[in-house]
């Protein structure tokens, strides 16, 4: 069984920074593509950023491009989500995620096989 683990979260005034890191565990797997979707209250998951291992790609929802920076490590299945300039619209639980196969762009959620529990971040005004 295939485990991951998110940590980083918290509570930060806008404008403010954190950075969530996700680790895998269990099972021994190799990912294509690792990323991070968030759920804010009373709306859809979406889908933050992922990272190919492939060819080093990386892919941002335009509401994070230019703030959030998403780096890692394949040979480790481990992800980081550097998060600046946070606003009170980033509050949400942030999932990290891991896609055994290959996929275009972002992907959605089907794409990805292994979802973490999530980890709470709160931006205040």
């Known amino acids: 069984q295939v485990q991951l683990v998110e940590s980083g979260g918290g509570l930060v005034q806008a404008g403010g920074s954190l950075r969530l890191s996700c680790a895998a565990s269990?099972?021994?797997?190799?990912?294509?593509?690792m990323g991070w979707f968030r759920q804010a209250p009373g709306q859809g998951r979406e889908i933050v950023a992922r990272i190919g291992w492939s060819s080093g790609s990386t892919y941002y929802a335009d509401s994070v491009k230019g703030r959030f920076t998403i780096s890692g490590d394949g040979a480790k299945n481990t992800v980081d989500l550097q998060m600046n300039s946070l606003k009170p619209e980033d509050t949400a639980v942030y999932y990290c995620?891991?896609?055994?196969?290959?996929?275009?762009?972002?992907?959605?959620?089907?794409?990805?096989?292994?979802w973490g529990q999530g980890t709470q971040v709160t931006v205040s005004s």
């Open positions: 995620v891991a896609a055994r196969l290959p996929f275009y762009g972002l992907g959605t959620g089907s794409d990805y096989d292994y």
């Open positions: 269990g099972r021994p797997f190799s990912s294509y593509a």
